[in-house]
């Protein structure tokens, strides 16, 4: 019904002689014919962005889209059909890593780019089976006693040949691509029974987070999928929490609702990441039970030198309480950023004041140790 509605859009949209089309799951083709210049394309992939700003009605429900334009123009970019469609695609999947709601259009370089988009791709498929991704687990730290009370479990890639890979270059292709659910379901039970041999081998309980993607939450059942893995694994249901981003909740909102309800009867912790930076309404909080609020790292980074970054802070810290969610910063490291945050009670802070993120052996030996951020 989606792909129906968008269909209706963009037909509407269309001038008397072009063409609209769909190629296959959410990729539509459209020709545009007589064109006075180049930057008529661009004029008619703008409108079609300023239109899908606005949520779709689905069964009275708003669902909110976001849109990639990749274009080609014949004859530079291509003299025949294939050429052009394959250029095309090409500059679309530079504008999806440039964070949607974008038009690119196509040049030359793009296609070693895409080359290199597509190895990449390739390789990450196997690395999996290869043993080449890795959980590094960064400390979250209480502001009232300064000891550890979990960590975020963070993914890691390290290639033979092309060495360490950044989450910022392959979580976009995993995204892309599908690989995401696959990738995802590794992380998730690699992070639980990590937890659960320090729990075994006597260590304080700690909490372990573990970051769930939109396109997990939308293309399987996340409640059974995630029970299944505490059952598999024998990790209990109070040491694992799952981040979730803004942009998620705003996506199906009577699934979102549904899921949260399931995962939180049974125990499992849930937090908002990077609160503040993406586009949902706060009346959501009334409706998404969670636990705690995260403060994205780019308020917390200035906050002692931006007087707006600074009222952010304090008023995401504010609103958390009065919700009785807890509040955590991420991003904190120096001792006046979090001389501020524990004057302002935050509840915890996670950053490299206290510690990078560490390899399980390393995390091990602080949390034996009781490494804390005060006595």
Request: with cysteine; charged share 20%.
């Amino acid at each position: 019904m989606v792909l129906k509605a968008v269909a209706d859009l963009l037909s509407g949209l269309a001038r008397e002689g072009d063409t609209v089309s769909r190629l296959g799951g959410d990729e539509f083709l459209i020709l545009l014919t007589d064109l006075h210049n180049t930057s008529d394309a661009y004029i008619f992939s703008q409108n079609i962005i300023e239109n899908l700003v606005y949520p779709v009605m689905v069964q009275d429900r708003k669902i909110h889209l976001s849109v990639s334009i990749g274009v080609s123009v014949f004859p530079q970019n291509g003299e025949t059909s294939d050429a052009l469609i394959d250029n095309a695609d090409v500059a679309m999947y530079r504008a999806k890593e440039l964070g949607r709601n974008t038009c690119q259009f196509y040049t030359s370089q793009m296609s070693s780019e895409m080359q290199r988009r597509v190895d990449l791709e390739i390789q990450l498929r196997r690395a999996i089976a290869k043993g080449q991704l890795e959980l590094v687990y960064q400390p979250k730290v209480s502001l009232k006693t300064g000891g550890i009370t979990g960590c975020e479990a963070l993914l890691r890639w390290h290639h033979p040949e092309l060495g360490s890979v950044s989450p910022a270059c392959f979580i976009p292709i995993a995204e892309d691509s599908g690989l995401i659910v696959q990738v995802g379901d590794w992380a998730l039970r690699a992070a639980c029974m990590q937890a659960k041999a320090w729990l075994d081998a006597e260590l304080p309980p700690v909490r372990v987070a573990v970051n769930i993607s939109v396109r997990q939450f939308l293309q399987q059942d996340v409640a059974s999928w995630v029970m299944r893995t505490l059952r598999e694994t024998g990790l209990p249901s109070e040491l694992l929490e799952l981040e979730l981003t803004e942009s998620l909740i705003a996506q199906d909102v009577g699934k979102v609702i549904s899921t949260f309800d399931q995962l939180r009867a049974k125990g499992v912790n849930l937090s908002i990441d990077d609160f503040g930076t993406g586009y949902s309404s706060l009346s959501y909080l009334k409706r998404f039970r969670v636990d705690m609020l995260k403060i994205d790292q780019s308020f917390v980074h200035d906050m002692l030198t931006d007087p707006e970054d600074a009222a952010i802070v304090l008023a995401v810290i504010a609103l958390a309480h009065n919700l009785n969610f807890k509040v955590i910063a991420e991003g904190v490291e120096t001792e006046a950023h979090c001389h501020f945050l524990r004057q302002n009670f935050c509840d915890e802070i996670q950053g490299y004041y206290f510690s990078k993120p560490l390899p399980a052996a390393e995390f091990e030996v602080i949390l034996r140790n009781d490494k804390r951020l005060f006595q």
